[in-house]
């Protein structure tokens, strides 16, 4: 006999999935049995929101399905932020929710609620799992949140149903979508778009975000001398040391970054997904429009669609045609001058921007680094130098604090050899302060660096923009090392350079959290 729960553990691991991450209840304790029978491991969050935050980055990072558990009732609306963030930020998970016995649903009122409608819109499927089905519903549900655009995917268990008996049916294994032929036609009118432009432009978002990509995309820009901007989810996917990278949409400064898109004259957007922007696109360049599916959200009008992987589109594009350069690299060296200076700002009080830059000089080229929602958001989003695809990760579309740390987690568990941090402002860890206890409990040796300034700053600025007083929007300063040693792990408070140099000494290679809260000069954000 293999239960249902083991049936769907094995499943999962065959698929590549290590860990799973929740907080049980009553009902789901057969299923989590049935998981670490079939050798996947339970990780205990301390909220369930943490542990699909956690999920989705262990599949932003890998590529194969997150998976997250949760009860009942409180323990699947606990879920749904999470969740959420899952859906708009494209990361494949597996959400498994407990349920009451099917043959007591209809009766009973304690803890009941239809968790397929709570989760249909903020998941691309739902499906109850039975001892009938339960072989067909994973097999689908993976192949559904891999599939463009990714996402989450609910599976609710009865919970009757994890210890009874399958009914194993043979199945194909899923398999990778099928790549469609890419457009000749379209391939010729975008070379022509690029050749009668003077001055193009690539925007590299969350579909380009891969290492197969990199490669294609640095050597079609430099054949055509065309700078590069990326959205947060792509950063990586170009060095940014690179003479053509300009900066990151969305973060510090983006205004003068759109700015600089109102000269273009053509913009080739790689792999965009539209939720990755927070304003709509009025610029009046031509588009060009490279992804794996058509431009059918209409967010920015696109001359040229063309569809197909992206890494092999951009070498179509590139053979297609003698390269033309078309700016010159002092020009773009100008313009990357005197935005670094723009949104760095000299001060002689230690500002966030000083922070992200000793931080990065502490961390390998190839470090995980997550950071949470806020002005935190904005500077790290900018600030920080990513130089490989899939190694900055970022609640973006639903950009939901308490992210930061979770995913942190996540990303540590399943790559312990890697150095792990997070950049988190003090509003958004206190969300999600138990999970430094999670983080301690399964001895993950990565940084957690505190932005300090008591206060929900980007939120704040805004009140004082419009001439309204701070309100609701300030809190009394936390002691952050005393808060790191409540959950075990060493803590230290930075105010200067010199302090936050020695306090990230070692950085690279922890063998424990380490949390170090920097009180910084929030005037800099200011930019």
Not at 304 to 324: C, F, I
């Amino acid at each position: 006999m293999v239960s249902v729960a083991r049936l769907v553990g094995e499943r999962l691991r065959e698929a590549g999935v290590r860990y799973v991450l929740g907080h049980p209840g009553g009902e789901v304790i057969e299923l989590i049995e049935g998981f670490r029978e079939a050798g996947l491991e339970f990780v205990l969050t301390r909220h369930e929101t943490a542990a699909a935050f956690a999920a989705e980055a262990m599949a932003a990072a890998s590529g194969v399905p997150g998976v997250c558990v949760a009860t009942l009732g409180p323990g699947a609306t606990n879920l749904t932020t999470g969740v959420a963030h899952a859906f708009l930020d494209r990361g494949p998970l597996l959400v498994f929710t407990g349920q009451l016995p099917a043959d007591r649903f209809a009766i009973a009122t304690h803890q009941k609620l239809d968790t397929g409608a709570l989760f249909r819109p903020i998941t691309k499927w739902q499906a109850t799992l039975t001892p009938a089905n339960a072989s067909a519903v994973v097999e689908r549900a993976l192949r559904v949140a891999l599939a463009h655009r990714r996402g989450p995917v609910l599976l609710e268990v009865p919970s009757d149903v994890p210890k009874r008996e399958a009914l194993d049916v043979a199945l194909p294994r899923f398999v990778t979508q099928p790549t469609l032929a890419i457009d000749a036609d379209a391939v010729r009118d975008a070379v022509a778009r690029l050749r009668e432009s003077a001055r193009p432009l690539l925007l590299a978002g969350m579909d380009a975000n891969d290492d197969a990509v990199a490669e294609p995309l640095r050597r079609f820009a430099e054949a055509w001398c065309a700078p590069i901007m990326v959205s947060p989810k792509a950063k990586g996917i170009v060095r940014e040391d690179h003479e053509l990278f300009l900066g990151t949409l969305e973060g510090l400064g983006t205004a003068y970054l759109y700015d600089y898109i109102d000269t273009c004259d053509l913009v080739i957007m790689v792999g965009l997904d539209p939720v990755e922007l927070d304003r709509d696109w009025t610029a009046k360049a031509r588009v060009v429009h490279v992804g794996p599916l058509p431009n059918d959200d209409r967010y920015y009008a696109s001359d040229v669609e063309v569809v197909g992987r992206v890494d092999d589109v951009l070498e179509r594009l590139r053979l297609a045609a003698a390269p033309q350069p078309k700016l010159k690299p002092e020009d773009l060296r100008a313009f990357r001058d005197a935005f670094s200076a723009r949104i760095r700002p000299e001060r002689a009080t230690l500002t966030a921007q000083r922070v992200l830059a000793e931080l990065r000089e502490a961390l390998p080229e190839d470090a995980l680094v997550t950071t949470d929602v806020g002005y935190n958001k904005a500077v790290t989003t900018q600030c920080w130098r990513a130089y490989r695809p899939r190694t900055f990760f970022v609640s973006n579309g639903l950009s939901s604090m308490g992210y930061g740390l979770p995913a942190a987690i996540g990303l540590k568990l399943q790559q312990r050899e890697r150095a792990v941090a997070c950049v988190v402002g003090d509003g958004g860890l206190g969300m999600v302060a138990a999970e430094l206890e999670t983080a301690a409990r399964c001895g993950l040796g990565l940084l957690v660096v505190v932005l300090s300034d008591d206060a929900l700053s980007q939120i704040r600025a805004g009140q004082e923009r419009r001439g309204y007083p701070a309100t609701g929007t300030t809190f009394r300063a936390v002691d952050h090392v005393a808060l790191a040693r409540a959950f075990g792990i060493e803590g230290v408070e930075v105010s200067t350079v010199d302090e936050l140099r020695e306090a990230l000494r070692g950085a690279a290679a922890l063998e424990r959290p380490r949390l170090v809260a920097a009180r910084i000069d929030a005037t800099a954000y200011a930019v």
